[in-house]
């Protein structure tokens, strides 16, 4: 489903649904893009695949978070905006010469029905499907982690987290939990792109149990 075009904000980590990104906006060229989105606050995140995060005309990954912000705090010459992700897109075409910045038509990036993977040839797409609901294992896992933490953050956390799925889908729920893996941005990447709610579970529970 085509959903329009839609300005590109490369950075070095991706972002996931129901994450909040602090922004820091100083490029003029960014500057002008959140004049632009004034009465449209909406934008996409995309992780850097080359170039450089500050000048340059960074090239991004093709699947990126639509995010969508609600105030600016104008510090000097910094703007700071906490946009929110919230649900997935390809960019489908990009386009670096009708505006300072670079835009994007995007398209609605899914997971793919469950009958589709399953009838994929490959044993990793097959295996994932048979595997049981490892859904509220990786919760339990995130959970777990953060009772190192501080009581305050800690419960902080577990608000955050509660009202987050009670908000979201089952697929935009597990991306979530994806997001709060402290893993390096590519396998992130990787969780974000993924199209199969199994098999991502199974590969986030396996790459966190490699770091323990």
Known sequence: MTLGSYPVFPLRNPCFPGHKIPLRVFEDRYIQMLKDIADKPFFVISMISSGDEVGGNATPYRIGTLVEFDAIDRQGDFQLIRPKGRHRVYLDKLDRESKAYLTASCTAYVD????????????????????????PELEGAILKMITVLGPEESRSIRDVMEGVRTDMDRENFSLFLCGCLHLPPIYLQRLLESRSLPYRMENALNLLSQRE
């Open 112 to 135: 793919e029905p469950a009958g589709e993977i399953a009838g994929r040839s490959t044993d990793a797409w097959v295996s994932s499907m048979a595997s049981p609901d490892r859904l």
